[in-house]
């Protein structure tokens, strides 16, 4: 199951392949690979295989003696989707050896502004991605009005200059399914769907649930936690693991596929999220435009993302959200149906006014 990060890195890779180079990195060494050679790469990857093994190293040593050839990487745009290698100062330093102008996508600066949420010395990595984002950057791409603010009054608080940003908002990537399948399981239930980490906030939902079950029994509608475990996550997977009360209720798929996905959102309720805090909120999107109900913690960027269709509550709200759960999982629930009916007024965003944002962006760079 792909992350978010990763969703975005492909579809920059569908939408640039047939005009761009694949930049490749060994540390901190990197050089652009030939034309054909990025077409043998970029289609490895839009056909699924990440994996690129032996087909990486070979084309990494072909790139490097090319560029040292004739590098013809000068005026250039080089895209950094993914952060990777941006917080060590000498990454700059190989940039501008390649002559390119680095565009850099930041997706939010949660380590830094929460990073009680992260593995310790998080805070300090993304500090350098950021200011190096920042320094050396012709431009930035972020995804939501949320993150350039932060964007912004990061580089007001550390003195530093601000380069040209655009705000282009994420499309889903999970597409609806014209013709569902079966429902994975015949009672009600839920999804929450996203990495399993602190800040998401499962274990409230684990909490609630394990009360649900105690209260109503096998009437206690279901859950599904879609999402690959992440970091700092011990006492979520302990109560996912350990907790027989939570059998049988609660759900885990840690490598859902898209088609599998688009089937349980489909057939749910409503998803469920109860982050803390969110740079953009994909999973929100990919439900509101699958027609799927969406009970949010009340977030700038969710109500960035989903406007006045989510019902918003609290995220340590308990009470609040074990109510809103029972009240979904209701055969003719009312305050379902006035989603319901809110979602027929919902436009989501598209990958092609996501690019046309991108494309006009980079035409107006010096």
């Known amino acids: 199951m792909l992350a978010g990060i990763d969703r975005v890195t ?28 990025s077409a043998r790469l970029f289609g490895r990857l839009l056909d699924g295989g990440y994996n690129i093994g032996p087909l990486g190293a070979e084309l990494i040593a072909k790139a490097w003696l090319y560029n040292w050839i004739a590098p013809g990487t000068a005026n250039s745009v080089l895209f950094n989707i993914s952060t990777l290698w941006m917080d060590n100062p000498r990454y700059a330093m ?3 050896w390649l002559g390119a102008r ?24 993304h500090t350098g991605i950021v200011r190096n984002a920042l320094t050396i950057a012709r431009g930035i791409i972020v995804n939501s009005r949320v993150t350039e603010a932060a964007l912004r009054l990061h580089a007001q608080q550390n003195g530093l200059a601000c380069p040209p940003v655009a705000v282009a908002p994420l499309a889903p990537s999970v597409k609806a399914l014209r013709s569902p399948g079966a429902a994975p399981i015949d009672k009600p239930y839920f999804v ?18 394990r009360e649900l079950i105690a209260r109503h029994g096998d009437a206690a509608p ?12 011990e006492n979520i997977v302990d109560l996912l693991e350990r907790c027989d009360a939570l059998q049988g209720f609660v759900f885990e798929d840690n490598d859902c596929d898209d088609a599998k996905l688009a089937n349980i959102l489909h057939h749910a ?7 803390f805090v969110e740079g953009y909120g994909m999973p929100v999107a990919e439900a509101l435009a699958a027609g799927l109900p969406v009970i949010a913690s009340d977030v700038p960027a969710f109500r960035e993302v989903g406007g006045g269709v989510p019902e918003y509550i609290d995220p340590i709200d308990g009470r609040g959200w074990s109510e809103l759960i029972l009240e979904y999982a209701r055969d003719g629930s009312a305050r379902r149906a006035a989603q319901l ?8 965003s598209t990958w092609e006014a996501h690019f046309r944002i991108v494309d006009d962006f980079l035409e107006a760079l010096p």
Not at 222 to 233: K, S, Y
């Open 269 to 275: 309720r409503a998803l469920l999220m109860p982050s």
């Open 222 to 233: 279901r859950l599904f936690i879609v999402g690959q475990r992440g970091w700092e996550c």
């Open 341 to 348: 009916e809110r979602l027929r007024g919902f436009s989501p």
């Open 94 to 96: 190989h940039l501008r």
């Open 10 to 37: 492909l579809e920059y890779v569908r939408h640039y392949a047939g005009r761009a180079r694949a930049v490749l990195s060994l540390g901190l060494l990197a050089a652009a690979a030939t034309r054909a050679d």
């Open 192 to 209: 929450c769907v996203g990495t399993i980490e602190p800040r998401k906030n499962h274990l409230l939902l684990l909490h609630l649930w």
């Open 102 to 125: 680095p565009v850099f996508f930041i997706h939010d600066l949660i380590p830094i502004s929460h990073a009680e949420y992260f593995r310790p010395g998080e805070k300090g990595v």
